[in-house]
């Protein structure tokens, strides 16, 4: 899949930017927790999804994989 045909799913270039700034929140927010069960920390302030409705499963399948595609271009330049 190309990124001009994940953006128009999307629904544009800003949307796509939202939906990647949102998947990587979301991605750190589940490592912090993996680390505070793992680590033995408070389960307690085990907190909700974020705005688990603000994007489509689709969409934030999608964000990852821009994310993933964007990585790979990098560690080519590199």
Do not use: T
């Amino acid at each position: 899949m190309k990124l001009g045909e994940i953006r128009d799913k999307v629904g544009g270039g800003r949307r796509l930017n939202g939906l990647v700034s949102y998947v990587a929140e979301v991605e750190r927010a589940q490592e912090e927790r993996r680390e505070r069960r793992m680590s033995g920390g408070d389960a307690e302030e085990e907190q909700g999804p974020m705005d688990v409705y603000k994007y489509s499963p689709a969409q934030v399948v999608d964000g990852q994989y821009h994310i993933c595609w964007v990585m790979e271009k990098r560690k080519d330049q590199c």
